[in-house]
C-alpha cells in the first residue's frame, strides 16, 4: 500500500476536498448509497479499507491508477509474500492480509478515517484527536498539525502544538475515537457527506 498511499496522500494535501483529485473525499455514488442510517454507515466503515484503497482511487479518472512504481511494487509484493507463505505457510499470510484489511474499520483506530476531515464545527475542515489512543499509533491524531507541517516526523507533532497553542487551543478537537465512531454511526444528522468540498469542482458520479 505505500506507494499508493503516496502518491494518494500527496495529492490529498494539494487538493484537499477536491472530489476530482483526493481520494479522502467520498464521491457523489458512495455518498448516495451509505446515506445516514446506521446499518449503511457500519458496514461502510467494515469495508473502508477496500472503499479507500480500491473504490475511491478508481473514480479519480484525472489520476493514473496504475503506473510504473505501482507496477514494481507488485512484483516486488508477490514475490515476497510468496516467499512469506512458502515459509510460513498459508494461515500466516492469510493472518496478514486480515490484518491489513481491517487495520480500518469499524473500531475505534478505524474512527480517525471521520475525526480528520469530517465537519462537526461550521467553518473548520480539518480535525485533530488529542486522547491516549495517540500513544499506540504514533500521534496518528494530530491532523491539524500534520496538514499545517506535512513534512515534520509524526513523533514530533505533539511539540508542534506546545510550541504554537495559539493556533490549535481553540480549534474543535475530538477527545475519544470511541465516542466519534457511535457517534458518526448513531447520529442520523452524520453522514459521508459531512465534508467540505471546493466550491465549482465537484465531481460527477
Same mark, same amino acid.
Given at each position: ?53 480500491? $473504490?475511491?482511487?478508481? +473514480? =479519480?479518472? !484525472?489520476? #493514473? ?8 511494487? /507488485? ?76 513534512? $515534520?516526523?509524526?513523533? +514530533? =507533532?505533539? !511539540?508542534? #502544538? ?8 481553540? /480549534? ?34
Amino acid at each position: 500500500a505505500a506507494i499508493s498511499f503516496r502518491k494518494y496522500h500527496l495529492l490529498h494535501h494539494r487538493h484537499l476536498g477536491e472530489p476530482d483529485l483526493d481520494a479522502d473525499v467520498p464521491g457523489p455514488l458512495e455518498v448516495k448509497l451509505i446515506g445516514r442510517t446506521a446499518p449503511r454507515k457500519a458496514i461502510w466503515l467494515l469495508f473502508f479499507s477496500f472503499v479507500q484503497g480500491v $473504490v475511491r482511487p478508481m +473514480r =479519480l479518472r !484525472r489520476v #493514473r491508477f496504475f503506473d510504473g512504481w505501482t507496477a514494481l511494487n /507488485l512484483v516486488c509484493q508477490v514475490a515476497c509474500m510468496a516467499a512469506f507463505a512458502a515459509l510460513a505457510g498459508g494461515r500466516a499470510l492469510a493472518f496478514l492480509g486480515l490484518s491489513s484489511f481491517f487495520a480500518i474499520g469499524l473500531h475505534p483506530f478505524g474512527a480517525r478515517w471521520i475525526q480528520e476531515h469530517y465537519v462537526f464545527k461550521d467553518g473548520q475542515e480539518t480535525y485533530s484527536y488529542y486522547g491516549p489512543l495517540n500513544k499506540l499509533c504514533f500521534n496518528m491524531g494530530y491532523h491539524n498539525e500534520h496538514h499545517d507541517l506535512v513534512t $515534520v516526523p509524526w513523533s +514530533r =507533532l505533539p !511539540r508542534i #502544538r506546545a510550541l504554537a497553542p495559539e493556533f490549535y487551543d481553540d /480549534l474543535y478537537a475530538h477527545r475519544s475515537w470511541t465516542a466519534l465512531l457511535f457517534r458518526f454511526i448513531m447520529d442520523s444528522r452524520v453522514g459521508p457527506d459531512r465534508r467540505t468540498v471546493r466550491p465549482g469542482r465537484a465531481a460527477s458520479p
